[in-house]
């Protein structure tokens, strides 16, 4: 008897107590928007990403548009992916565009030094990448070669890109076979300038920025829009340095770059991990919204008035290379606990929406914390994937700022905060809610607040698998998936919701 009671007692300090409530309104004093462009991805000429993932050829079997595989463009359609950055990443500082134009057959084969050292023979450049985009319907976010290109040689890849009238670039161009500009907007002034892309002082960089930016003429009416090569993770002296030195005039973005790594020199392993490697990992994930703040703070000191967007244009899970695959081609599988970064990650640039206007996650295929995994001409998608097109509710939508209080998920001496979440109000009126479970032994019961609106509806999705290790792979694509979500019931201004262990769930309010 005594032993029950203290069992109950036991079970109760664990569930019956904890409750986690959080609120919104619907109908908030000052509207926000979540930018799409936080739901970006990246695609660098490394390992499988671009040749044998976007890319077969046009002699390819497995089926294609100009080479491009349609099975990729299908996914990434309905992903609504829209913005996709090339050719790097470290890759863009060693990448001459010109050696990508023209018959494919008279381009130069150079050696992908950063990745692999592998040939690469130019065959995907500048025309298959910006048609790509199109097929896909997505805003190209092109990286320019700072770190060993010249000021000339970035000022002509724009203006073979975007000027219509007649120049040595565009009628370089329409000799290419494409008579209209493309238009592309979003212009990344180098890559990692502090690291691969030339190991600058930051004092350095803002000089040769300014420079740069200066001969990027705009040919789009206003619209073009440099980004700066950001800080690693919390470098902030270079977020601050940038700031101060850059005329706001010149400066439409600055980068941020932070991935999911527990140790750079033992990163573990992408499937077989226990629970220390997940909760270190998600230590390092959560830590981004206390980035974005700090960032943000010092971009606020400069830049009142919020003009320039904090893009955090890479992030992602980094673990050891799946066993028996290239050193230099970053291939690792995705599992649940992938689908968890995706969720908190998510939540927090939702959250930050009024400062971080981009993202890009990395990478899009083979790469990374990937959305889509081929194989010669199977591919898969990842539950990463199922993460983003669950959340791209929120793209453009009105932010609904969220107050939330939660339990701690508390493992291995590190105590993180169990739910995660964001909220927005789409333009049809419709109230959508994610939500990220992170513990991995206890179900989640949450109380909502609701004001400024009436719901009488709650329904949903959810991803959830019975292991955190589990992963969809060529044998058994389906294992990871949405599934309609019961967990949620909505009742006046009250809504509550139990969330599984580990779980992501979006709802829908009506
Ligand atoms: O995404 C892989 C690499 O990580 C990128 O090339 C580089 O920018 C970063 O260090």
Redesign the pocket.
């Known amino acids: 008897m005594q032993k029950f009671a203290f069992s109950l007692l036991l079970l109760c300090s664990v569930n019956c107590f904890s409750q986690n409530v959080a609120s919104f309104n619907a109908a908030p004093a000052k509207p926000v928007k979540i930018s799409r462009h936080i739901y970006g991805h ?1 695609a ?1 000429h ?1 390992g499988r990403c671009i040749y044998g993932g976007f890319y077969v050829g046009d002699t390819s079997k497995v089926p294609n548009t100009n080479g491009v595989r349609n099975d990729v463009v299908d996914a990434l359609k309905k992903l609504k992916v829209p913005n996709l950055r090339w050719p ?5 500082d060693t990448y001459h565009w010109k050696d990508g134009i023209g018959p494919k057959d008279k381009r130069p084969a150079i050696v992908n030094s ?2 692999g050292g592998v040939t690469e023979d130019n065959s995907f450049g500048t025309h298959d990448f910006l048609n790509m985009c199109e097929l896909i319907g997505t805003e190209p976010y092109l990286a320019g070669n700072v770190g060993s290109g010249t000021v000339q040689e970035l000022a002509d890849w724009v203006q073979y890109v975007n000027f219509d009238g007649k120049s040595p670039m565009s009628d370089l161009r329409r000799n290419n076979g494409r008579e209209k500009s493309w238009g592309v907007k979003f212009w990344g002034v180098g ?2 300038a502090w ?3 030339g190991n600058m002082r930051p004092e350095y960089y803002a000089d040769v920025y300014r420079k740069y930016s200066t001969f990027m003429s705009d040919w789009t009416n206003g619209n073009l829009m440099r980004i700066a090569s950001g800080a690693s993770s919390d470098d902030y002296k270079w977020t601050e340095t940038l700031m101060k030195n850059i005329p706001l005039g010149l400066l439409g973005g600055v980068a941020l ?1 932070h ?1 999911t790594v527990i140790d750079w020199s033992k990163k573990g392993p992408s499937v077989d991990f226990l629970e220390d490697h997940y909760v270190k990992s998600m230590k390092a994930a959560l830590q981004m919204d206390s980035l974005i703040i700090k960032h943000s703070a010092i971009m606020d000191k400069y830049d009142p008035k919020n003009r320039v967007a904090l893009v955090v244009d ?1 992030w992602g899970g980094w673990y050891d290379v799946e066993p028996g695959t290239n050193p230099g081609f ?1 291939f690792q599988q995705n599992t649940m606990r992938d689908a968890m970064i995706a969720g908190v990650t998510l939540n927090i640039f939702n959250n930050h929406a009024n400062r971080v206007r981009m993202a890009n996650l ?2 899009a295929i083979n ?2 914390q990937a959305v889509i995994l081929t194989d010669g001409p199977q591919m898969i998608l990842t539950p990463t994937y199922h993460v983003m097109e669950m959340y791209n509710v929120h793209q453009d939508a009105t932010l609904l700022p969220l107050k939330l209080k939660t339990n701690n998920y508390v493992s291995e001496g590190i105590k993180l905060p169990a739910v995660s979440a964001s909220a927005s109000k789409d333009s049809t009126g419709t109230v959508h809610v994610s939500l990220v479970n992170i513990d991995l032994h206890k179900e989640q019961k949450i109380e909502v607040n609701l004001t400024g609106a009436n719901f009488t509806s709650a329904s949903g999705r959810i991803i959830s698998s019975p292991k955190i290790n589990d992963y969809n792979s060529f044998d058994n694509p389906s294992k990871v998936q949405p599934a309609a979500f019961d967990g949620a019931s909505v009742k006046g201004n009250s809504l509550s919701v139990t969330l599984p262990p580990f779980s992501v769930v979006v709802l829908t309010l009506k």
Do not use: D, M, S
């Open positions: 990246f660098e490394l790097g990443g470290c890759f863009a950063w990745w890559n990692e690291g691969c892309g770059h991935y890479e970053l990395a990478q790469v990374l």
